[in-house]
């Protein structure tokens, strides 16, 4: 008798699930809204749009902002890649899908890039977000203000990861506008969504979107995305030949029919995209710091030097300053605040070559031409309250040409040091090297070696206390020593 009883609850059991996998889970799929967008990456030409501007639930799209903010810090030096990240308690109780971190862990920065970008792990998105700003909070208030920078009007982020939110919202234009920042602002690391597998330094993962990688032809990213309110979400590129197509699908029912959806968007783009366009980057917006900072530009200072103009009638291109003691590296003098020039490059290599002169004889200065080297005679000029002026006068007095260089004062006193040597040339030598390698925010700065009891110091001046901040930040993670130089230094 007691047998006979358990069968019908048996049978009970296995009509309550048969319901629920095919009744209850495709309703609440099919409750989630759909939304379309299609663009021509090339041009950013929208090719088909539904619902594009309904604001909907991101999910997983999330982690593209939470990595193109990874990407432009490693790029500003806030952080490296061989950043051993602590996990916090927080990041180690996110909920599937995830990697598995542990609170108090340290794991390299690029894992967890490499985890949120492969495996859409929760857990990595929220160590990045902390690992940056200290709390996801402030994350999400910096993920909103790249949002605007980037031109999503329609997004507001309240977390890393994309976990269901009340107020967590965006577009399918917007997230097709994020994807096509990421592909063309930081295309050295477009190939980790292209990855089927990677390591995650504590173990192997596999990407989400591995069955549209392999289903179809020229797919290269970028980021799926599921929650039952979103329901099946994907960015997805790919390129054949010339053309490149972004589709963004929201709200699909079921893995296979988002993935079938995006094909088929894909194939209307490739139709109707034509094949020759020119390509038409989007602009890559400036950090916009958050808090109380704010960006102050004061008349008469600028932050990089200004490049004189070219008299008619004159052969004059570039100048670059060599001092007495180190000519090789003070030939490289004017790439510190331009674009180095094939004449300059010349002018490099033939510097190797020039000989030392005695001390009391004037400085000389290579001066590059479009077609030859001339001398020059370095004639400094100095006014009382002011930094030096810097002339130089050609062989040829009626074609003179002047190059002059602003005053760095007026809030521009700080500077970095990047080490102390026991000559000058290798002072100097360090200067131009590491200008070379930084010129992003070196560029425009006073290169100057101060002799010590000790040694000659290379320094850098001219700067705010913010740009010697950031200057240090990215040299530290270019692995070159580096210490902030104060007004009183």
Not at 56 to 62: D, G, I, R, V
Not at 280 to 285: A, E, L, S, V
């Amino acid at each position: 008798m007691k047998v006979r009883r358990a069968m019908p609850a048996r049978y009970g059991l296995f009509l309550l699930a048969a319901l629920w996998l095919l009744v209850v889970l495709p309703l609440s799929a099919v409750a989630a809204p759909y939304a379309a967008y299609v663009m021509d990456a090339r041009s950013g030409k929208v090719l088909h749009s539904r619902n594009a501007d309904t604001r909907l639930h991101p999910a997983s799209l999330t982690k593209m902002m939470t990595l193109y903010i990874a990407f432009q810090a490693v790029e500003r030096g806030e952080i490296s890649l061989d950043t051993k990240v602590k996990i916090s308690r927080h990041a180690a109780s996110e909920p599937p899908s995830k990697l598995g971190l542990k609170s108090g862990q340290r794991i390299a920065f690029r894992y967890l890039i490499r985890a949120a970008a492969v495996k859409s792990a929760n857990d990595a998105a929220t160590a990045i977000g902390e690992a940056l700003e200290g709390s996801e909070a402030a994350f999400a208030r910096r993920m909103n203000r790249t949002a605007k920078a980037l031109g999503m009007s329609r997004t507001t982020f309240k977390n890393a990861h994309g976990l269901t939110e009340s107020g967590h919202l965006s577009t399918a234009r917007d997230m097709s506008i994020l994807g096509r920042h990421v592909l063309y602002d930081y295309p050295e690391y477009y190939n980790l969504f292209s990855r089927r597998s990677t390591n995650a330094g504590v173990r192997e993962v596999a990407n989400t979107n591995r069955r549209l990688l392999g289903a179809y032809r020229g797919a290269d990213g970028i980021k799926t995305g599921y929650t039952r309110a979103a329901g099946f979400n994907l960015v997805a590129s790919a390129e054949r030949g010339r053309e490149r197509i972004i589709a963004t699908v929201f709200g699909g029912t079921s893995t296979s029919a988002r993935n079938a959806r995006v094909a088929e968007l894909l194939d209307m783009g490739f139709k109707r995209a034509p094949t020759r366009v020119a390509l038409n980057k989007p602009r890559k917006p400036e950090y916009v710091p958050g808090g109380a900072r704010k960006i102050v530009r004061v008349s008469g200072i600028t932050r990089t030097s200004l490049r004189p103009r070219l008299r008619a009638g004159t052969q004059l291109a570039a100048a670059a300053i060599a001092t007495p003691a180190a000519p090789p590296p003070a030939a490289a003098q004017a790439s510190a605040s331009g674009v180095l020039s094939s004449d300059i490059q010349m002018a490099l290599v033939a510097a190797q070559e020039v000989p030392v002169e005695a001390e009391t004889k004037p400085i000389q200065t290579i001066v590059a031409s479009n077609s030859s080297f001339a001398a020059a005679t370095l004639r400094p000029a100095m006014r009382p309250g002011s930094s030096t002026v810097l002339a130089l006068a050609a062989e040829t007095p009626p074609e003179n040409e002047v190059v002059t260089r602003l005053s760095t004062s007026g809030g521009h006193q700080w500077g970095v040091n990047v080490g102390r040597y026991t000559s000058r040339y290798n002072a100097e030598r360090a200067l131009v090297t590491t200008a070379l390698a930084e010129m992003t925010t070196l560029e425009g700065t006073l290169r100057k070696v101060v002799k010590k009891p000790t040694g000659f110091d290379a320094n850098f001046l001219g700067m705010t206390r913010d740009s010697a901040d950031l200057a240090c930040r990215r040299l530290a993670a270019r692995n070159i020593s580096c210490l902030m130089v104060g007004p009183a230094s």
